[in-house]
């Protein structure tokens, strides 16, 4: 077992969902996450431990013992937290995990540990900042490139911003990327700015400019690329500092 020193693993959170599974038998509530979340956080040297939605109050008491959070992708947030009319295409709320998502950022926030939000987190941190999404992407910018369906994820190329922490770690030329979505920024909140646009406009990252934060927020699913875990080394390389930060002053 790794001890809790300056060198050990850090400790990541990973969001997840509950969904409706079956085993055998069984045919039950549990809680989903797909694998390549974990072993991009186990390949770049942190633990991974789950966080299934429950009580919103238990949000700081979860992550009290955690070095670093990373929101995963999933379904679309509802529109009402942003004070958007719900379209056709948008899925029904998920109010569980809205709600848990928003307070374990918020309780990341207030210790300023490192988060890395994927997809649906980036627009979760987007809506929590007071910012806004484009609800479909296909209307507002006439494209299917983002999501071509099936349980496939398309191929895009994306911009990565000169002097943002984000360069630092992928560097200022085209990056190639895995997307799954549908939906998008349109208002960037408070304190974030953009890393990352695609050739259409949209903001594909973000980086966190507020009150020292490491917050780093991505459209696409790196957990998707085994090839490439630097984003997941980045933010195990903050962890590891967060972790080490929290017991110099203990």
């Known amino acids: 077992m790794a001890s809790r020193g ?8 990973v969001t997840t969902y509950l969904e409706r599974a079956q085993q055998g038998v069984w045919d039950v509530r549990a809680a989903f996450l797909p694998e390549q979340y974990l072993t ?6 942190g633990i991974a431990l789950l966080l299934p939605p429950q009580d919103p109050e238990s949000a700081d008491a979860a992550i009290a013992g955690l070095d670093g959070l990373i929101l995963s992708g999933g379904a679309d947030v509802a529109p009402e937290l942003y004070g958007a009319e719900r379209h056709p295409t948008t899925d029904p709320a998920r109010v569980d995990r809205d709600s848990w998502e928003l307070a374990l950022f918020r309780a990341a926030e207030r210790r300023r540990m490192p988060v890395l939000a994927i997809c649906r987190g980036l627009q979760l941190v987007n809506v929590a900042r007071g910012g806004t999404l484009q609800q479909h992407l296909p209307e507002s910018l006439g494209t299917e490139r983002y ?15 000169r002097d943002t922490a984000l360069a630092a770690v992928l560097g200022e030329d085209a990056v190639s990327v895995r997307s799954y979505h549908h939906q998008g920024i349109d208002r960037l909140g408070e304190g974030l700015v953009a890393a990352a646009h695609s050739d259409d406009g949209l903001v594909q990252a973000f980086v966190d400019t507020q ?8 459209q696409w699913h790196p957990e998707e690329d085994a090839e490439d875990r630097r984003l997941f080394q980045d933010l195990v390389t903050q962890a590891r500092a967060f972790a080490r930060q929290k017991e110099g002053t203990s």
């Open 6 to 13: 300056s060198e050990s693993a850090p400790l990541v959170g």
């Open 40 to 45: 991009g956080v186990t390949s770049a040297g």
């Open 147 to 161: 999501r071509i369906g099936g349980g496939v994820f398309a191929e895009n190329q994306v911009a990565v911003a």
């Open 211 to 218: 009150g020292g934060s490491h917050v780093v927020g991505i």
